[in-house]
Protein backbone atom coordinates (compact mmCIF):
# COMPACT_ATOMS: atom_id res chain seq x y z
CA UNK A 1 0.00 0.00 0.00
CA UNK A 2 1.70 3.30 -1.19
CA UNK A 3 1.45 6.11 1.47
CA UNK A 4 -1.37 8.68 0.13
CA UNK A 5 0.30 12.06 -1.34
CA UNK A 6 -3.16 14.39 -2.04
CA UNK A 7 -6.10 14.87 0.01
CA UNK A 8 -9.26 13.83 -2.58
CA UNK A 9 -12.97 15.12 -1.98
CA UNK A 10 -16.09 13.15 -1.77
CA UNK A 11 -16.90 14.36 -5.33
CA UNK A 12 -13.81 13.55 -6.43
CA UNK A 13 -13.79 9.74 -5.33
CA UNK A 14 -17.49 10.16 -6.76
CA UNK A 15 -15.89 11.00 -10.26
CA UNK A 16 -13.31 7.80 -10.03
CA UNK A 17 -15.99 5.70 -9.07
CA UNK A 18 -18.47 7.12 -11.35
CA UNK A 19 -15.66 6.50 -14.81
CA UNK A 20 -15.23 3.42 -13.41
CA UNK A 21 -18.89 2.46 -13.87
CA UNK A 22 -19.64 4.46 -17.18
CA UNK A 23 -16.56 1.89 -18.38
CA UNK A 24 -18.38 -1.07 -18.02
CA UNK A 25 -20.97 0.34 -19.80
CA UNK A 26 -18.75 0.64 -22.95
CA UNK A 27 -17.33 -2.27 -23.38
CA UNK A 28 -14.06 -1.79 -20.39
CA UNK A 29 -12.97 1.56 -21.70
CA UNK A 30 -12.97 4.71 -20.06
CA UNK A 31 -14.32 8.19 -21.22
CA UNK A 32 -10.78 8.89 -22.70
CA UNK A 33 -10.39 5.47 -24.44
CA UNK A 34 -8.08 4.28 -21.86
CA UNK A 35 -8.54 0.89 -20.92
CA UNK A 36 -10.33 0.09 -17.44
CA UNK A 37 -7.83 -1.08 -15.55
CA UNK A 38 -5.86 2.08 -15.54
CA UNK A 39 -8.13 3.42 -12.90
CA UNK A 40 -6.67 1.06 -10.24
CA UNK A 41 -3.72 1.19 -7.96
CA UNK A 42 -1.31 -1.76 -8.54
CA UNK A 43 -1.98 -3.62 -5.90
CA UNK A 44 -5.61 -3.10 -5.55
CA UNK A 45 -8.20 -5.27 -4.86
CA UNK A 46 -11.38 -6.42 -6.77
CA UNK A 47 -14.27 -9.05 -4.84
CA UNK A 48 -16.90 -10.29 -7.21
CA UNK A 49 -19.38 -12.86 -6.21
CA UNK A 50 -18.62 -16.58 -6.78
CA UNK A 51 -15.02 -15.48 -8.29
CA UNK A 52 -13.72 -14.46 -5.46
CA UNK A 53 -11.08 -12.09 -4.18
CA UNK A 54 -8.61 -10.47 -7.59
CA UNK A 55 -5.25 -8.88 -6.14
CA UNK A 56 -3.17 -6.77 -8.53
CA UNK A 57 -3.91 -5.81 -12.16
CA UNK A 58 -3.01 -8.91 -13.87
CA UNK A 59 -5.53 -10.76 -11.61
CA UNK A 60 -8.44 -7.98 -11.63
CA UNK A 61 -7.84 -8.08 -15.14
CA UNK A 62 -8.47 -12.08 -15.45
CA UNK A 63 -11.61 -11.05 -13.45
CA UNK A 64 -13.08 -8.55 -15.59
CA UNK A 65 -12.45 -11.07 -18.64
CA UNK A 66 -14.13 -13.89 -17.14
CA UNK A 67 -17.35 -11.92 -16.15
CA UNK A 68 -16.95 -9.69 -19.10
CA UNK A 69 -17.19 -13.30 -21.47
CA UNK A 70 -20.69 -14.28 -19.94
CA UNK A 71 -21.97 -10.52 -20.31
CA UNK A 72 -22.86 -8.86 -23.90
CA UNK A 73 -24.05 -5.81 -22.62
CA UNK A 74 -24.87 -3.69 -19.44
CA UNK A 75 -26.28 -0.46 -18.57
CA UNK A 76 -26.01 1.10 -15.26
CA UNK A 77 -29.17 3.39 -14.17
CA UNK A 78 -27.47 6.44 -12.86
CA UNK A 79 -29.81 8.71 -12.15
CA UNK A 80 -31.27 6.35 -8.92
CA UNK A 81 -27.60 5.84 -7.33
CA UNK A 82 -27.51 6.19 -3.74
CA UNK A 83 -24.20 7.48 -2.48
CA UNK A 84 -22.82 7.07 0.73
CA UNK A 85 -19.44 8.83 2.14
CA UNK A 86 -17.39 8.27 4.84
CA UNK A 87 -15.62 11.13 4.97
CA UNK A 88 -12.43 9.50 4.02
CA UNK A 89 -11.00 7.63 1.21
CA UNK A 90 -14.17 4.98 1.64
CA UNK A 91 -17.39 5.20 -0.40
CA UNK A 92 -20.33 2.90 -1.05
CA UNK A 93 -23.07 3.35 -4.30
CA UNK A 94 -25.96 1.31 -4.38
CA UNK A 95 -27.90 1.05 -7.54
CA UNK A 96 -29.83 -0.75 -10.18
CA UNK A 97 -28.64 -1.81 -14.07
CA UNK A 98 -30.26 -3.80 -17.07
CA UNK A 99 -28.73 -5.75 -19.59
CA UNK A 100 -27.92 -8.91 -21.68
CA UNK A 101 -25.96 -11.98 -20.33
CA UNK A 102 -25.08 -14.75 -22.06
CA UNK A 103 -27.84 -16.67 -20.60
CA UNK A 104 -30.51 -14.05 -21.32
CA UNK A 105 -31.47 -10.22 -20.17
CA UNK A 106 -31.55 -9.13 -16.78
CA UNK A 107 -33.34 -5.68 -15.91
CA UNK A 108 -33.78 -4.72 -11.92
CA UNK A 109 -37.15 -4.99 -10.71
CA UNK A 110 -38.54 -7.45 -13.44
CA UNK A 111 -38.95 -9.69 -11.54
CA UNK A 112 -38.59 -8.02 -8.18
CA UNK A 113 -36.53 -10.99 -6.94
CA UNK A 114 -34.32 -10.84 -9.88
CA UNK A 115 -30.79 -9.67 -10.78
CA UNK A 116 -29.50 -6.11 -11.39
CA UNK A 117 -29.95 -4.61 -7.95
CA UNK A 118 -26.14 -4.33 -6.51
CA UNK A 119 -24.40 -2.29 -3.90
CA UNK A 120 -20.42 -0.90 -4.85
CA UNK A 121 -17.58 -0.45 -2.20
CA UNK A 122 -14.94 1.30 -2.82
CA UNK A 123 -11.60 2.59 -1.81
CA UNK A 124 -10.13 5.08 -3.87
CA UNK A 125 -7.23 7.59 -2.69
CA UNK A 126 -4.24 9.11 -5.22
CA UNK A 127 -7.24 9.20 -8.27
CA UNK A 128 -7.19 5.36 -8.26
CA UNK A 129 -8.98 2.58 -7.01
CA UNK A 130 -7.43 0.75 -4.14
CA UNK A 131 -10.29 -1.52 -3.73
CA UNK A 132 -13.65 -2.38 -4.86
CA UNK A 133 -16.15 -4.84 -3.21
CA UNK A 134 -19.30 -5.72 -5.51
CA UNK A 135 -21.93 -7.10 -4.18
CA UNK A 136 -24.82 -8.48 -6.24
CA UNK A 137 -26.60 -11.64 -7.74
CA UNK A 138 -24.37 -13.21 -10.45
CA UNK A 139 -27.15 -15.05 -11.83
CA UNK A 140 -28.32 -12.43 -13.76
CA UNK A 141 -30.63 -14.30 -16.06
CA UNK A 142 -32.81 -15.70 -12.89
CA UNK A 143 -31.92 -19.45 -14.11
CA UNK A 144 -30.85 -20.41 -10.28
CA UNK A 145 -34.40 -20.86 -8.68
CA UNK A 146 -35.31 -24.65 -8.22
CA UNK A 147 -32.67 -24.36 -4.64
CA UNK A 148 -35.47 -21.53 -3.39
CA UNK A 149 -38.48 -22.17 -2.52
CA UNK A 150 -39.88 -19.00 -2.41
CA UNK A 151 -39.87 -18.72 -6.00
CA UNK A 152 -41.51 -21.61 -7.21
CA UNK A 153 -44.48 -19.44 -6.94
Given at each position: ??????TMTDEQRKSVA??????????????????????????????????GLATGKEAIGR???????????????????????????????????????????????????????????????????????????????????????????
Amino acid sequence: MAVSRQTMTDEQRKSVALEYLKGFDNGGVTSDGAPLLDLFADDAQVYFPKWGLATGKEAIGRLFGDVGATIASIEHHYATFNWVFSGGDTLVVEGTSHGEHRDGPWRAGVPEWGAGRWCDVFEIRDWKIQRVFIYLDPDYAGGDTARYPWLKD
